[in-house]
């Protein structure tokens, strides 16, 4: 079974400054997919971030990047200049081909300070 | 544009007791499914639907009933509260079945006592 781990229950930063949250997981699987959602305290989940597995390149979306790390079955996740509208609980998520379950991670909660 | 739409935002039952989680959604989107959302756990996924008059089971269907009768509705049911359901939880849909790009609703917050 593929398993998602996040083990930073909690992260903090300053406004302005870079934070970076860990994932790692667990596959057979050589094509996959990876994500990173945003809950904010509305409770509304956002996709930030899609990595397709067979691709080298690192994804990026603004201010959001990911360090992938395919041999070592890592997933982070680069918030550059954080902002107060960062603070949120994320999720990893994993998803092994496009008609398959997404499965999600434990969950980190970001705290961004003044 | 309402997107997902769930029902109560928040609730407290008694042991044994049962209710429905309604879930609504104006997008036309075939799948749809619920999730719970517990500290320490993540989002896990309770049951799921690709399509009127379809559903299946997630990783933890015990003690929740579904159905779908319309694209656009899809309920969930306790039938005997149990203190271990108390969790925030969340109905979903998407374009496509397993689709990533969610569409979440707000969340009902239960408590079962």
């Known amino acids: 079974a593929q398993t998602v781990t996040q083990s930073q229950p909690e992260m903090s930063v300053q406004e302005a400054e870079t934070v970076t949250l860990s994932c790692t997981y667990d596959?057979?699987?050589?094509?996959?997919?990876l994500f990173w959602y945003k809950q904010p305290p509305s409770r509304q989940m956002i996709l930030v971030i899609r990595?397709?597995?067979?691709?080298?390149q690192n994804a990026t979306e603004n201010r959001f990047s990911v360090n992938f790390q395919k041999a070592a079955k890592s997933f982070s996740l680069k918030i550059s200049d954080s902002q107060l509208g960062d603070a949120a609980m994320y999720f990893c998520?994993?998803?092994?081909?496009?008609?398959?379950?997404?499965?999600f991670g434990t969950g980190t909660r970001l705290q961004v300070t003044l | 544009n309402a997107g997902v739409t769930q029902t109560p935002k928040f609730q407290v039952l008694k042991t044994g007791q049962s209710m429905t989680l309604q879930c609504a959604q104006d997008?036309?989107?075939?799948?749809m499914s619920w999730y719970r959302q517990d500290p320490g756990m993540g989002l896990r996924l309770i049951h799921y639907?690709?399509?009127?008059?379809?559903?299946d089971q997630g990783e933890v269907p015990n003690g929740y009933n579904v159905s779908r009768s319309t694209t656009e509705d899809f309920p969930l049911r306790l039938l005997s509260a149990a203190p271990s359901q108390t969790s925030v939880y969340f109905c979903?849909?998407?374009?496509?079945?397993?689709?990533?790009?969610?569409?979440f609703g707000s969340g009902t917050q239960l408590s079962v006592l």
């Open positions: 979903a849909s998407s374009w496509e079945v397993f689709g990533e790009k969610l569409f």
């Open positions: 596959t057979s699987e050589s094509d996959y997919y």
């Open positions: 990595q397709e597995a067979y691709k080298q």
């Open positions: 998520a994993y998803k092994p081909g496009t008609a398959s379950k997404l499965t």
């Open positions: 997008m036309n989107h075939e799948y």
């Open positions: 639907s690709v399509g009127a008059g379809i559903t």
